[in-house]
């Protein structure tokens, strides 16, 4: 199963749940499923949904800072049919591209705990095998990278985190790691708007080819 809209198996992120749509109630608050072409060559993997973003509106990185560089950027390299994601009606669509976390539930502090992570990483897992031959996976941040390699049953020593780094996985799929767009990322200039568009670059580039 890719996707389980009614998972409750971590009990601290089904309670923090339970809390923010008592406090929010028009907040979507549950696992947000992935977002995109169901056909996709290209699945990009967050970490986890936002409070004011995902959690709220039920589309991946739509409502938060985060999601303005992401969809701009998927929009000028032909993967989205507008540059920004208003909400989840906005007839936005994405081609050749799925958008998906590592974590489907909202994690307190946006820090998700180790055994959640691994909860959700059958569902990252059965999202990589259903990848079609010559796929590749954009990873934002560490922990989605990590994911992904944990999904692929790889030694996460043998694929270290680098920003536009690409590592080669089982049965040819193929990886790019990137910093996360995060407005603490794009602020502090960790991350420029040049940076994250040349790994996008990069996937189309593959990706042509």
Same mark, same amino acid.
């Given at each position: ?19 923010? @749509? ?6 979507? %608050? ?9 056909? %996709?060559?290209?699945? +990009? ?8 973003? $995902? ?46 976390? $590592? ?13 959640? +992570? ?6 990252? @897992? ?12 954009? $990873?934002?941040? %560490? +922990? ?10 790889? @030694? ?19 990886? +790019? ?33």
């Amino acid at each position: 199963m890719i996707f389980d809209p009614d998972c409750r198996r971590c009990p601290r992120l089904a309670q923090f749940l339970d809390q923010v @749509k008592a406090e929010y109630p028009d907040y979507h %608050a549950r696992p947000v499923a992935p977002f995109g072409d169901p056909s %996709a060559d290209l699945l +990009i993997v967050g970490l986890a949904p936002g409070m004011h973003g $995902a959690n709220a509106s039920g589309r991946p990185f739509t409502g938060d800072y985060a999601g303005i560089l992401l969809y701009e950027t998927l929009y000028r390299f032909g993967f989205g049919s507008a540059p920004e994601s208003l909400a989840a009606d906005d007839g936005l669509q994405l081609k050749g591209c799925r958008i998906t976390n $590592a974590v489907k539930c909202l994690p307190p502090q946006n820090k998700p705990v180790g055994s959640e +992570i691994n909860h959700c990483n059958a569902f990252l @897992k059965q999202e990589l095998d259903a990848l079609p031959d010559g796929a590749l996976v954009v $990873a934002l941040g %560490a +922990i989605a990278h990590n994911a992904v390699v944990k999904a692929r049953g790889l @030694k996460q020593a043998a694929f270290a985190f680098g920003h536009n780094r690409l590592h080669e996985l089982a049965d040819g799929l193929l990886l +790019i790691d990137s910093y996360h767009c995060s407005r603490y990322n794009t602020q502090t200039r960790r991350l420029t708007a040049e940076m994250f568009h040349a790994v996008f670059a990069r996937a189309r580039a593959l990706l042509d080819t």
